[in-house]
């Protein structure tokens, strides 16, 4: 979905390092949503956000941490890589109410540990 | 623990044919579900969903149908193009936060 994009597209990076995911979204919704996706799996939630002041961790957050900018803005931190946070991430955004469940996803970024 | 499965990792449907995508889940507390599409290399893109206050909902060529008798759901899509092709996902609102609880996903695979 072109209103949610994800950068970098693909990125190599060698243990240890720092790594920042950024996520934008135009479609004006409050939650915003980091997800990992390995193969043969679902899709499993590191962090979301309800707001800019409500970060909560999702089922799989240690090594991760998260950062909301803005609404439009959510990235998502590997403070030190390791090699099994090799996978695919992606950012979702969603609106609040009932009837808004839905969750709309970005194109996802491609991480790789050596 | 409770949870959203899938029956089926890989269906191959011939072009043409109807193909049925199944789901089962557990949580009995679920009352929004969701199917999603993810092509190769793009993100999960929202198909159709439908409440638990309804058991049967249509869109162009897909249906949903929730069985909550036996915590069932499936997507029928009508006709399967090679469009089609891709691994499709179920997932349950889990209470009202918002959440998503996702299935491991089907790969559909449409043979000429």
Request: glycine fraction near 10%; charge should be positive.
């Amino acid at each position: 979905d072109a209103d949610v994009t994800q950068t970098p597209r693909n990125r190599i990076t060698k243990t240890g390092k720092r790594i920042m995911l950024e996520c934008s979204q135009t479609k004006g919704h409050d939650r915003m949503y980091w997800y990992r996706q390995d193969p043969g799996l679902g899709l499993r939630l590191i962090y979301y956000s309800f707001d800019v002041k409500d970060i909560n961790k999702g089922e799989i957050s240690d090594g991760y941490s998260v950062s909301r900018q803005a609404q439009a803005k959510f990235s998502l931190s590997l403070e030190s890589a390791i090699p099994n946070q090799t996978a695919l991430y992606f950012c979702a955004t969603s609106d609040w109410g009932p009837g808004t469940d839905t969750q709309y996803f970005g194109p996802g970024t491609r991480l790789t540990v050596l | 623990g409770e949870s959203v499965g899938l029956h089926l990792p890989t269906l191959s449907v011939q072009e043409g044919d109807n193909s049925i995508i199944n789901c089962a889940y557990s949580n009995s507390a679920s009352d929004y579900f969701i199917w999603y599409k993810q092509e190769s290399g793009k993100g999960p893109q929202f198909i159709i969903d439908i409440r638990s206050n309804m058991d049967k909902r249509q869109g162009q060529r897909v249906t949903v149908l929730l069985n909550k008798t036996v915590k069932h759901l499936s997507l029928q899509i009508a006709a399967t193009q090679p469009g089609d092709s891709a691994v499709y996902f179920c997932a349950e609102n889990i209470g009202r936060w918002g959440k998503l609880q996702f299935g491991a996903g089907t790969q559909v695979v449409v043979t000429p």
